[in-house]
């Protein structure tokens, strides 16, 4: 039985308390750290151990390991400290608000021999599973464009440079950097990015992308927190066909010539269960990380690279 620590409980990370209770048989939460005093509360319901500094439960002798669902900010603080306790840990995606502070995590954690693992939860998407399997069966891929649609933040700390980083690009894109990734087996390899401030005072809520990949394939990509409805599109144009998905309203369908010669309609499914699972075996036998350090690095990077861009209006190699 491993013993889990979490720091952060809002709304995500409450997810994540819940699974560990009640979905994971391998893992028992053993504490809990909020800046919130609701932190106590949600203690007292969940029967575990509340800690009002989350240092002190990357300390605690009952911890094996940290799951952390906070501010980027906190990420590189956290790391070090789990790192200097032999600890594996958990971080929620963004790795962190920066490639630098990305990297040094990464350093820290594999100097020290502790496993790190990303909370890159999107690649559990069902839709994103079945474009990975369908993809190859369309032959050659020349181009790719996707989609980020969702509303606008409610969250004061989403338009905090200090705490958030950045706005949609590395909060937003990060993820489907990643699972296009996934996807495709593709690497970016250069952007181009704009973005706007519609809602937020200084942290962009909306970028469209240029990419270009390995093997010369082009994309888009429109990522925003503007409107008031959501869609996560992907559409990929390949020799053989077309092969469309949204990750939002679950569903794919492959196009050749002017029909649609396949759809599916698929379950939407929790994302954050099946990545426990899989961190619980692989804290168990060592083997397949299911995100890695370098996986949450290299997402990391390409919005550094988006951003650079938008600063100095031109293509960016990553």
């Known amino acids: 039985m491993k013993r889990i620590g979490l720091i952060g409980t809002g709304k995500h990370g409450s997810r994540y308390a819940n699974h560990i209770i009640t979905d994971i048989d391998t893992f028992a939460l053993t504490g809990i750290s909020r800046r919130s005093e609701e932190g106590f509360n949600q203690a007292k319901e969940w029967e575990t151990c509340y800690f009002p500094d989350w240092r002190d439960l990357v300390a605690s002798p009952d911890v094996d390991a940290l799951v952390a669902v906070t501010v980027p900010s906190l990420n590189l603080d956290i790391a070090r400290l789990c790192a200097e306790h032999g600890k594996p840990l958990l971080l929620e995606k963004p790795l962190a608000g920066n490639g630098r502070d990305a990297e040094e995590i990464v350093r820290v954690?594999?100097?020290?021999?502790?496993?790190?693992?990303?909370?890159?939860?999107?690649?559990?998407?069902?839709?994103?599973?079945?474009?990975?399997?369908?993809?190859?069966?369309?032959?050659?891929?020349?181009?790719l464009a996707v989609n980020q649609r969702i509303e606008p933040s409610t969250l004061a700390w989403h338009d905090d440079p200090e705490v958030a980083g950045a706005g949609v690009i590395i909060h937003t894109a990060v993820h489907v950097f990643d699972a296009l990734k996934v996807i495709t087996g593709l690497r970016i390899r250069r952007v181009m990015a704009a973005s706007r401030c519609v809602h937020s005072s200084c942290l962009e809520d909306l970028v469209i992308v240029l990419l270009e990949f390995e093997n010369g394939v082009l994309g888009t990509l429109d990522v925003s927190k503007v409107g008031h409805a959501r869609s996560g599109r992907y559409e990929f144009i390949c020799q053989e066909g077309q092969l469309h998905g949204d990750q939002i309203h679950c569903f794919t369908k492959t196009i050749r010539h002017s029909s649609v010669v396949f759809q599916e309609q698929l379950e939407q499914v929790p994302t954050i269960l099946p990545l426990l699972e899989d961190w619980a075996s692989f804290l168990e036998t060592g083997q397949n990380n299911p995100v890695t350090g370098e996986d949450g690095l290299y997402a990391v990077k390409v919005c550094d690279c988006c951003l650079q861009s938008v600063a100095e209006n031109r293509w960016i190699d990553v």
């Open 109 to 143: 954690m594999r100097e020290a021999g502790c496993p790190l693992t990303v909370g890159q939860t999107l690649r559990y998407n069902p839709v994103i599973g079945s474009l990975q399997k369908q993809l190859p069966h369309l032959g050659r891929l020349y181009s």
